[in-house]
């Protein structure tokens, strides 16, 4: 969808960048301008003194296009009017995820993604960009922080291996043990995994050969017994978007990761993935964003840059430091290398994670008490 911004400004921006579905936009300054574009769908502007007659006026001139309106605070009679010519009305003194989930619900009858709440994908902009590397120093982070976690590498051509620890199973090696539901929950998966002091390992696919054959009933069937078991889980999606592995756990997942770094690769690879095979997917994480890799201060590709090219938003940028190594884990989880700045913004990132797992969590178990109350005993 092609959005129109009038008078643009850091919270409308945002907005057109963290809505998956707008997928182009343009900056005009008045409304006069609006028909000076082709092929408009979305209208975003600030309430900036509009009027009920006002709201008239603008539904009369733009009768097809959705319209959203910001506004610091809300009106009763000017949110009536709104509601009456169909026109979306939010406030500034809501989050920016409550903005998000009411444009999602509103025009798009998307209800928030509850089900895989605790399911975090990891996911790379190209090869080497260092995504099983982060989402293993994420999932230590997370299991120190007494969650329960399990990272389960989902990448068709790196298990993502740890030679400090070698792993006894991998997921081709269980993958028809899940398949024929052998491995049925999760505590008959535990077995199959590796124990690190805070969190739990399955590696991931070692045979190349098999890549394209998983299907995704069978990894769906995985990611639904690890997500009731764990508290927490992380998977390792890797770069590469041609198979059911990480296609199905970008579906299964209500926080997208997207790990990027500063070279042009990091653009143009994923934009090319993005073109011609993630756009033709639907997916519908609750949270989305990137965080870049190896970060260097004067590198020339800039974080604003990237977030512009890539449409997601930057949550945070981790440090590069020497004993990072993307194509093998040469030298273990690199969280466990003690270097302090790059493990707190490890931990900031999982704090982050975690404190939404639990806000749904907390919800949730809200919701059953509220529908159990007044039940008689039989």
């Known amino acids: 969808m092609k959005v129109a911004i009038v008078q643009p400004n850091e919270i409308l921006t945002k907005l057109v960048l963290c809505t998956r579905q707008f997928t182009s936009s343009v900056e005009i300054m008045n409304l006069e301008d609006v028909g000076k574009e082709k092929k408009l769908d979305v209208l975003i502007m600030e309430?900036?003194?509009?009027?009920?007659?006002?709201?008239?006026?603008?539904?009369?001139?733009?009768?097809?296009?959705?319209?959203?309106?910001?506004?610091?605070?809300?009106?009763?009679?000017?949110?009536?009017?709104?509601?009456?010519?169909?026109?979306?009305?939010?406030?500034?003194?809501?989050?920016?995820?409550?903005?998000?989930?009411?444009?999602?619900?509103?025009?798009?009858?998307?209800?928030?993604?509850?089900?895989?709440?605790?399911?975090?994908?990891?996911?790379?902009?190209?090869?080497?960009?260092?995504?099983?590397?982060?989402?293993?120093?994420?999932?230590?982070?997370?299991?120190?922080?007494?969650?329960?976690?399990?990272?389960?590498?989902?990448?068709?051509?790196?298990?993502?291996?740890?030679?400090?620890?070698?792993?006894?199973?991998?997921?081709?090696?269980?993958?028809?043990?899940?398949?024929?539901?052998?491995?049925?929950?999760?505590?008959?998966?535990?077995?199959?995994?590796?124990?690190?002091d805070h969190f739990y390992y399955l590696t991931g696919n070692r045979d190349f050969y098999k890549a394209l054959s998983f299907d995704g009933k069978t990894v769906e069937q995985l990611i639904r017994l690890a997500k009731e078991h764990f508290q927490a889980v992380v998977l390792d999606i890797g770069s590469f978007y041609d198979s059911y592995l990480p296609?199905?756990?970008?579906q299964m997942s209500n926080t997208h990761i997207l790990v990027s770094s500063q070279e042009?690769?990091?653009?143009?690879?994923?934009?090319?993935?993005?073109?011609?095979?993630?756009?033709?997917?639907?997916?519908?994480?609750?949270?989305?964003?990137?965080?870049?890799?190896?970060?260097?201060?004067?590198?020339?590709?800039?974080?604003?840059?990237?977030?512009?090219?890539?449409?997601?938003?930057?949550?945070t940028q981790i440090p590069f430091f020497p004993e990072s190594n993307d194509a093998l884990i040469e030298d273990g989880i690199l969280y466990l290398s003690e270097y302090a700045p790059y493990n707190k913004v490890i931990d900031g990132i999982a704090r982050a994670i975690g404190d939404e797992i639990l806000a749904i969590t907390n919800n949730e178990k809200e919701k059953k008490s509220i529908f159990g109350l007044g039940r008689r005993k039989a």
């Open 247 to 250: 296609l199905t756990g970008l």
């Open 264 to 315: 042009q690769l990091s653009i143009d690879e994923f934009s090319r993935w993005q073109e011609q095979v993630l756009s033709r997917f639907d997916f519908y994480p609750k949270t989305s964003y990137q965080v870049v890799n190896k970060y260097a201060s004067k590198a020339i590709l800039t974080s604003k840059h990237l977030e512009e090219k890539l449409e997601l938003p930057i949550l």
């Open 47 to 196: 309430h900036q003194g509009l009027t009920p007659t006002d709201i008239i006026q603008l539904r009369q001139q733009f009768q097809s296009m959705k319209i959203l309106i910001v506004a610091e605070q809300i009106d009763t009679f000017f949110e009536k009017s709104c509601i009456a010519h169909d026109i979306l009305l939010i406030s500034n003194e809501m989050s920016q995820r409550e903005q998000l989930d009411t444009i999602q619900k509103a025009w798009f009858g998307l209800e928030e993604q509850t089900e895989y709440h605790n399911v975090v994908a990891v996911y790379g902009t190209h090869r080497q960009v260092g995504v099983t590397q982060t989402a293993l120093s994420i999932g230590n982070a997370l299991g120190s922080f007494n969650h329960k976690t399990l990272v389960i590498g989902l990448n068709p051509y790196n298990p993502g291996e740890d030679t400090k620890k070698p792993a006894t199973y991998s997921f081709d090696q269980i993958y028809d043990l899940v398949q024929s539901n052998v491995i049925n929950s999760g505590e008959t998966l535990i077995p199959y995994l590796e124990k690190y």
